[in-house]
């Protein structure tokens, strides 16, 4: 199971890990936090040392009921960002957070590898043409509605079937237009309830029907500092311990804050089924 990355051959049978980079105020985790130059090089240097494969930038927040942003307004916070890693490292496979096709492709032209999309073109019509265009891995996931109303968009007889019905005509979309390189996230947290995304989490080695390597975005999410009681800051251990049940599932990419716990998770999963 391979992905082509600008013109590299990225072999996901072993998983690999994507660090989350946001450059938005309001983030729920991590908003904020990196507001200059120094601080954004320093974590993505630190991201890539701790072993992550691609890094994944965004600029406008999916947390439930967020704040709408200009197309205009993710451009500018984005792309001199992108440009800004790949002059100081210029080897980094970015993936790039957006459901906007100018957003993509802007990004793209600028050294961008892959692009990430929450809504799997439902919230852009072109999204998917541009894609075919620049030829480039597309991580595709389920979502109803947007971030904006996606909790409330939460009403299914059954949720595993119908997310893989989604997915299924969202590939046979994708490869009527030649996309190759495709990835799905189950999207946990987007439009499902605290019992719903751990149904999909128990269900998960069937979207291996798919025959398309499975991406995951627990980081420190509310559906593990909830049942604990908890809090974001507090939600690494519960995070490492929903990442290796998804390996053990059969994930192949991990989406991340934190690379190195992640990458430990990928070793030592690694370790356990290398004489398999």
Same mark, same amino acid.
């Given at each position: 199971?391979?992905?082509?990355?600008?013109?590299?051959?990225?072999?996901?049978?072993?998983?690999?890990?994507?660090?989350?980079?946001?450059?938005?105020?309001?983030?729920?985790?991590?908003?904020?936090?990196?507001?200059?130059?120094?601080?954004? +090089?320093?974590?993505?240097?630190?991201?890539?040392?701790?072993?992550?494969?691609?890094?994944?930038?965004?600029?406008?927040?999916?947390?439930?009921?967020?704040?709408?942003?200009?197309?205009?307004?993710?451009?500018?916070?984005?792309?001199?960002?992108?440009?800004?890693?790949?002059?100081?490292?210029?080897?980094?496979?970015?993936?790039?957070?957006?459901?906007?096709?100018?957003?993509?492709?802007?990004?793209?032209?600028?050294?961008?590898?892959?692009?990430?999309?929450?809504?799997?073109?439902?919230?852009?019509?072109?999204? +998917?043409?541009?894609?075919?265009?620049?030829?480039?891995?597309?991580?595709?996931?389920?979502?109803?509605?947007?971030?904006?109303?996606?909790?409330?968009?939460?009403?299914?007889?059954?949720?595993?079937?119908?997310?893989?019905?989604?997915?299924?005509?969202?590939?046979?979309?994708?490869?009527?237009?030649?996309?190759?390189?495709?990835?799905?996230?189950?999207?946990?947290?987007?439009?499902?309830?605290?019992?719903?995304?751990?149904?999909?989490?128990?269900?998960?080695?069937?979207?291996?029907?798919?025959?398309?390597?499975?991406?995951?975005?627990?980081?420190?999410?509310?559906?593990?500092?909830?049942?604990?009681?908890?809090?974001?800051?507090?939600?690494?251990?519960?995070?490492?311990?929903?990442?290796?049940?998804?390996?053990?599932?059969?994930?192949?990419?991990?989406?991340?804050?934190?690379?190195?716990?992640?990458?430990?998770?990928?070793?030592?999963?690694?370790?356990?089924?290398?004489?398999?």
């Amino acid at each position: 199971m391979t992905i082509r990355c600008k013109g590299q051959l990225i072999d996901l049978s072993t998983p690999k890990v994507m660090g989350i980079l946001n450059v938005t105020p309001n983030s729920f985790f991590d908003g904020g936090k990196y507001k200059n130059e120094g601080e954004i +090089l320093s974590q993505v240097g630190k991201m890539l040392n701790d072993g992550a494969t691609f890094i994944d930038i965004g600029a406008y927040s999916s947390k439930p009921k967020a704040e709408f942003v200009t197309e205009d307004e993710e451009l500018s916070r984005i792309v001199s960002i992108v440009q800004l890693i790949l002059e100081h490292f210029p080897e980094t496979l970015i993936s790039i957070d957006t459901f906007r096709s100018q957003v993509a492709k802007v990004c793209i032209e600028n050294g961008a590898a892959i692009i990430n999309d929450i809504s799997a073109g439902n919230l852009d019509d072109k999204m +998917l043409e541009t894609i075919a265009k620049y030829n480039v891995p597309y991580i595709m996931m389920h979502m109803r509605g947007t971030p904006q109303t996606m909790q409330t968009m939460t009403d299914y007889e059954n949720i595993v079937k119908e997310m893989l019905f989604y997915f299924s005509e969202k590939v046979a979309r994708a490869r009527s237009l030649g996309i190759n390189d495709l990835i799905v996230d189950p999207g946990f947290g987007f439009a499902k309830t605290l019992e719903q995304n751990y149904e999909v989490l128990q269900k998960l080695e069937l979207f291996n029907i798919l025959e398309l390597p499975i991406l995951v975005g627990f980081s420190r999410k509310s559906m593990i500092y909830k049942p604990l009681h908890s809090s974001a800051e507090r939600a690494l251990n519960g995070t490492t311990v929903l990442n290796t049940l998804a390996l053990a599932k059969g994930a192949k990419i991990l989406r991340v804050h934190d690379v190195k716990e992640a990458m430990e998770c990928v070793t030592l999963f690694n370790k356990t089924n290398q004489n398999l």
